[in-house]
């Protein structure tokens, strides 16, 4: 029995990484939701034996966390179409739900992150792969294999988003071989996202960029930031050339900018449908957003879905929520957010140690893909919530570190 108690915790561990993977993947759905199931049972399973550690569950950051999980169950009780919201909530908040304390408990260590680094460095590497292969053989700019599809957006994002756990092996790892094969991998990424054109994930990759570029060249901040103007210039201008996809996109950014390419009238209902049901919202669900009812007393009259403009969502995450949970759901998912970057600013500095590195990684990942990119895109909340427990987990090594110093 002590044997098989001390095999869990390793199988519980082993588990999370693999979630963290399919997560990213369009294959194994099954499967994750087995591994969420499987490790939450055998968590509460050994509660008695290995007892958990309440501080990281009290932290504002899980206590906006689970009333944001409550804000979804009551704007389901209340929805225009229950039955549907309820059958959404076994999706991205269930998941969510499973997966956080487990992961709060699991993961408390520098080593155990090394790990989490990796995976999603591998995901990268996949989603890289993937999306050169289909622009190569089916001569689209997203990937869409049997192991990952993808829309365009939401490739390009998530592109933006995983980078940087490219970027951070360039600092960590002294081998020349090594260090030549990343900056080989971060370029091919950066010209990925030039190709994929989707221009909310160019900001989101600026912005990670310059970041990383404020950090490296701190004293040399001109010299810099030139760097970084030169290179994407090379390879804006290669991807321009190349492409007439690009070419195409580029142009219409002047045309596109008054509207965000039609994003504006997806906010603008979402927003007006809001103030008539302020409090929980129409219902969770994306199909909520199709039905008529929440825009009967607006300008619109009728879901922006049927304005043939590509409106699945209000293509804002923020207001997304607003809409279908209201601002009670809206207040804890913003207090989550900035609870987090708060969190990852804290003594934040210039050391290239790992836990730095990392933790300047999730900074720049949680502003560049959840802050910018998810303010023009819908984004996954399972996504959020992994970086988001990420984060607490890195905020309190360094805290725990710093009292220790």
Not at 119 to 125: E, V
Not at 195 to 207: E, H, K, P, Q
Not at 331 to 346: A, D, H, P, R, Y
Not at 356 to 383: C, E
């Amino acid at each position: 029995m002590n044997k098989l108690l001390e095999k869990i915790p390793v199988v519980i561990e082993t588990n999370i990484y693999l979630i963290i993977l399919l997560a990213f993947l369009s294959r194994g759905e099954g499967i994750l939701n087995f591994l969420l199931f499987l490790n939450f049972i055998l968590w509460v399973s050994t509660f008695k034996f290995y007892p958990f550690n309440f501080k990281l569950l009290r932290n504002p950051v899980s206590v906006m966390f689970y009333l944001f999980i409550l804000s979804a169950l009551i704007s389901s009780l209340f929805s225009i179409d229950p039955s549907y919201s309820f059958s959404q909530l076994v999706k991205d908040p269930l998941k969510s739900f499973l997966f956080w304390p487990v992961f709060l408990w699991i993961i408390d260590n520098e080593v155990k992150l090394k790990k989490i680094t990796f995976f999603l460095f591998l995901i990268l590497i996949i989603y890289v792969v993937s999306g050169y292969y289909c622009f190569v053989f089916k001569n689209i700019y997203y990937p869409d294999t049997w192991l990952l599809h993808s829309t365009l957006n939401r490739y390009g994002g998530l592109l933006a988003l995983l980078i940087s756990y490219g970027i951070i092996y360039l600092f960590y790892r002294k081998e020349k071989f090594v260090k030549i094969t990343l900056l080989l991998l971060v370029v091919a990424t950066i010209y990925g996202i030039i190709l994929n054109a989707t221009r909310i994930a160019y900001l989101s990759l600026f912005i990670s960029l310059l970041i990383w570029i404020i950090f490296y060249f701190r004293k040399h901040l001109i010299k810099g930031i030139v760097f970084l103007f030169l290179c994407l210039g090379i390879l804006g201008t290669v991807g321009w050339y190349s492409s007439d996809f690009v070419k195409a996109k580029i142009i219409k950014t002047k045309n596109d900018f008054s509207t965000f390419n039609q994003r504006k009238v997806g906010w603008d209902a979402a927003i007006e449908a809001s103030l008539n049901r302020p409090i929980t919202g129409w219902g969770f669900g994306k199909k909520i957003f199709h039905n008529d009812m929440p825009f009967v007393n607006t300008s619109f009259n009728f879901s922006p879905k049927k304005l043939d403009l590509g409106l699945e969502t209000p293509h804002n995450t923020f207001l997304a929520v607003l809409f279908h949970q209201g601002f009670l759901g809206f207040i804890f998912f913003i207090g989550m957010f900035f609870l987090t970057i708060k969190n990852l600013t804290f003594k934040l500095n210039f050391n290239e140690d790992f836990l730095n590195l990392f933790r300047l990684s999730v900074l720049i990942s949680y502003i560049s893909y959840f802050g910018v990119f998810a303010f023009f895109n819908p984004t996954k909340f399972f996504h959020f919530t992994i970086f988001t427990c990420i984060g607490l987990v890195t905020f309190n090594l360094i805290k725990e570190a710093n009292k220790n110093k």
